[in-house]
């Protein structure tokens, strides 16, 4: 019964998790870290603003509930 639960939240976890990882955008590409300075350069170094802050935070709750949940199945499987 347990094992059922925890198995349940895991799926809703990974596709939660799915879902937050794949509208976020990359770090960028080569190009523009070789492209010599510019407004492309400089904005590496801010922090992510908006939605982007709120998927990275999402992404970390989310992988941390996963991991925790993943435990979980190991210790109620033994």
Do not use: C, H, W
């Not at 639960?5 to 990882?21: D, E, K, P, S, Y």
């Not at 801010?46 to 709750?61: D, E, H, N, V, Y």
């Amino acid at each position: 019964m347990l094992n059922n639960i925890l198995m349940g939240i895991q799926l809703v976890l990974a596709i939660f998790l799915m879902l937050v990882i794949m509208p976020q955008e990359g770090k960028g590409n080569f190009s523009s870290d070789f492209s010599g300075g510019g407004d492309e350069a400089t904005q590496t170094y801010f922090k992510p603003r908006g939605k982007q802050a709120f998927l990275l935070k999402s992404t970390k709750i989310v992988s941390a509930l996963f991991f925790i949940n993943a435990l979980a199945l190991l210790v109620a499987n033994k």
